[in-house]
């Protein structure tokens, strides 16, 4: 089976409770959905950017599409890795090809989690998973409570269980509803280890920080709640 790549690299998780750890990163094309802060360009590449010395901003060009059996190799060719690192994109439109990577690492699914029915093909397949919840209201002929509850089913498909750890992520704008905040972490709590808040990090769309310590606050009564905002970004990494 063959996809489109925009890159394979090794890096550290920049995001979430396992920020630090060492992984490899398979960043897959194509996104269902269009959120105004994306950092990422979802566009299908004529080529896949491998690193294959990390950090060194050396990259090979590879003609796409490539093959799952090419994709696993590249991955398992990085030392001392902890997870393997499924973004984009949105990495679950793959659901059939990730189901068929062979890799040496517990894979770590990065999604937004509006695919439940991709998601069933992959549920035993991930030990982790980063989920978000996107609070966003620009969704092509879908309205936000249908997008929530495919959003919710999703969560339902990949929760947190002994052998899967799944948490959420909450990307928070100056735009964010706290309403809309506690509803959703109402709606998922049973899901997930803990919920994570991103803020945005763009600085002009960024919430002041006395509305990210009070949303933290609120949230503590139900579940824990971290705010961790992107580290890769902080210091340059990929
Ligand atoms: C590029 S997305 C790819 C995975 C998947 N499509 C998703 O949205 O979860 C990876 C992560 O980056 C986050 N992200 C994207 N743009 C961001 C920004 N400007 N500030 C903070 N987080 C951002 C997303 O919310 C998501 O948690
Ligand atoms: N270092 C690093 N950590 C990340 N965590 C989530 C990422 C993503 O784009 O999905 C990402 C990324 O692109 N780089
Ligand atoms: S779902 Fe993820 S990849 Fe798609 S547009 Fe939103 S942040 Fe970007
Ligand atoms: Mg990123």
Redesign the pocket.
């Known amino acids: 089976m063959q996809v489109p790549v925009s890159e394979i690299f090794c890096s550290v998780q920049g995001e979430g409770p396992h920020v630090g750890v060492r992984q490899a990163f398979v960043r897959f094309v194509g ?5 105004s ?4 360009n ?1 566009q299908k590449p004529a080529f896949c950017k491998f690193e294959e010395v990390p950090g060194t901003n050396v990259f090979q060009e590879l003609p796409n599409p490539l093959n799952v059996e090419n994709v696993s190799e590249l991955l398992n060719s990085y030392e001392n890795v902890h997870s393997i690192s499924l973004t ?3 990495p679950l439109l793959e659901a059939d090809f990730i189901a068929e990577m062979d890799v040496s690492r517990p894979l770590y699914l990065e999604s ?1 989690m509006t695919l439940p029915d991709m998601a069933k093909k992959i549920r035993d397949k991930v030990s982790y998973v980063s989920g ?1 919840v ?1 609070l966003i209201d620009e969704f092509e002929g879908e309205n936000f409570e249908s997008h929530l509850e495919r959003t919710f089913e999703c969560f339902r498909t990949l929760r947190n269980t002994k052998d899967r750890e799944c948490f959420c992520k909450l ?1 928070i704008t100056k735009d964010t509803s706290a309403e809309d905040v506690q509803g959703v972490v109402d709606a998922i709590a049973d899901y997930v280890s803990c919920v994570v808040l991103q803020p945005v990090t763009q600085k002009h769309l960024a919430p002041e920080i006395d509305v990210m310590l009070k949303l933290q606050n609120d949230l503590l009564d139900s579940i824990d709640t971290l705010i961790i905002p992107q580290t890769h970004k902080m210091w340059g990494c990929l």
Do not use: A, M
């Open positions: 996104c269902n959905l269009n959120c802060y994306c950092d990422t979802v984009g994109g949105e937004n978000d996107k990307v």
